[in-house]
């Protein structure tokens, strides 16, 4: 049984992460943490009432790392750059729910996000987890950045013509 993670589990990702994962017969959700918020995740989300008896606290890399093969990190812009590497050092694999790995060019991701990226090393690592096409890449995978639903809905709609047109598409523009 896989020991799993959620930082971020008081937003709304990471609640519907938690939600998935309790049904998953392979994982047990073993640590969860929020920001500021603290307490039983059955009083944060009462849709949880009877489900789990996890108890939420502010983040603690020790905890995590000790209770956890995989964490899931469903933070707002930017906190994953912090916790990702601290996590890939201490043995834990990484699925990054925010679009802080999403992009692998430090200057497309400077110029999208205003800001320079500050993991460099991990952003080059990180594999793009969108399954219909990196499915083999994610099974072997240290980390995966999630794309966003738009980015997922618009790459997968336009899959179908640019593997029949392989060599007269160079780009997709969405």
Not at 1 to 12: D, F, H, N, R, T
Not at 17 to 40: M, Q
Not at 42 to 51: G, H, L, N, V, Y
Not at 105 to 116: C, D, L, R, S
Request: glycine share 6%; aromatic share 8%.
């Amino acid at each position: 049984m896989l020991k799993i993670g959620i930082v971020g589990v008081s937003g709304y990702s990471g609640a519907e992460a938690l939600k998935i994962l309790l049904k998953h017969p392979d994982v047990r959700v073993t640590y969860v943490s929020a920001g500021t918020t603290e307490g039983s995740v059955e009083d944060i989300w009462p849709q949880f009432s009877k489900q789990t008896d996890l108890i939420c606290k502010n983040f603690n890399l020790k905890d995590a790392v000790a209770s956890c093969e995989l964490i899931f990190l469903a933070v707002p812009h930017t906190v994953s750059l912090s916790m990702t590497p601290q996590l890939l050092q201490n043995g834990v694999k990484v699925i990054d729910l925010s679009g802080d790995y999403r992009l692998q060019n430090p200057k497309t991701y400077e110029q999208w996000y205003g800001q320079a990226h500050t993991d460099p090393k991990n952003l080059k690592q990180a594999v793009y987890g969108l399954p219909e096409i990196y499915r083999e890449a994610i099974k072997k995978a240290s980390f995966v950045s999630n794309p966003g639903c738009y980015a997922t809905a618009s790459t997968l709609g336009a899959l179908p013509m640019a593997s029949l047109f392989p060599k007269a598409i160079d780009r997709i523009v969405i």
